[in-house]
């Protein structure tokens, strides 16, 4: 079974960044889209970033636009998410999770990153 692992996350400053990263091991991810999803206490899961298993295509979620960029090395097999400019509200568990496409539901998920945004 593929198994994802999140790594990267921390506490940070308002304003800082952070870049989160989404591995694989025994199963290659280029097959695969991954998105970004996260999650605050008391809050529902939230997308926050996606790309297609080439690279080609990305979206965000209004949120993070200007601020999160998501790539991807498939040679490494490992998806990331740069994180600039974080503010407090970016407080939450970072998942990364795959899929067929952006659009399509997400299958495998990760368990998970903290990220903190605080003074």
């Known amino acids: 079974q593929l198994q994802l692992v999140e790594s990267g996350g921390g506490l940070v400053h308002p304003g800082g960044s952070l870049r989160l990263s989404c591995a694989a091991s025994r199963y290659t991810l280029e097959y695969y889209a991954i998105g970004w999803f996260r999650q605050a206490p008391g809050r529902e899961r939230e997308a926050v970033s996606c790309?297609?298993?080439?690279?080609?295509?990305?979206n965000n979620a209004d949120s993070v636009k200007g601020r999160f960029t998501i790539s991807r090395d498939n040679a490494k097999n490992t998806v990331y998410l740069q994180m600039n400019s974080l503010k407090p509200e970016d407080t939450a568990i970072y998942y990364c999770?795959?899929?067929?496409?952006?659009?399509?539901?997400?299958?495998?998920w990760g368990q998970g990153t903290q990220v903190t945004v605080s003074s």
């Open positions: 790309i297609s298993r080439n690279g080609g295509y990305t």
């Open positions: 999770a795959t899929a067929l496409g952006c659009t399509d539901p997400y299958d495998y």
